[in-house]
């Protein structure tokens, strides 16, 4: 099991920015690939970003060229850097753990508490 704690939310204005991290600790085979989902009010939770221990990335389309996501593998942190924000990029964003590489699969892995995005003027 992982346990995983997030920091970084808050409110950014429309074309601002935002890095949220999440701190890990646990078993490191769980912590193949971490990375971040997000889930909107009355909606689904959704994949943003995530990052292999070796450095493979997938992002979700909306995000593509404003995200990045990396990682400090001596630290088990990953980080979420987000430009450009958009209302809709406002939610809560989650910081998962997983050892096995399915991003694709929401429910599934370890999860933090959550932390609250919101992007509004």
């Known amino acids: 099991q992982v346990q995983l704690g997030e920091s970084g939310g808050g409110l950014a204005q429309p074309g601002g920015s935002l890095r949220l991290s999440c701190a890990a600790s646990?078993?490191?085979?769980?912590?193949?690939?971490m990375g971040w989902y997000r889930q909107a009010a009355g909606k689904r939770r959704e994949l943003v970003a995530v990052?292999?221990?070796?450095?493979?990335?997938r992002y979700a389309d909306s995000v593509k060229g404003r995200f990045t996501i990396s990682r400090d593998n001596a630290k088990n942190t990953v980080y979420l850097q987000l430009n450009s924000l958009k209302p809709e990029d406002t939610a809560v964003y989650y910081c998962?753990?997983?050892?096995?590489?399915?991003?694709?699969?929401?429910?599934?892995?370890?999860w933090g508490q959550g932390t609250q995005v919101t992007v509004s003027s």
């Open positions: 990052i292999t221990r070796d450095g493979m990335t």
């Open positions: 998962n753990a997983r050892n096995t590489w399915s991003p694709g699969i929401v429910d599934f892995g370890s």
């Open positions: 646990g078993s490191r085979s769980s912590m193949y690939v």
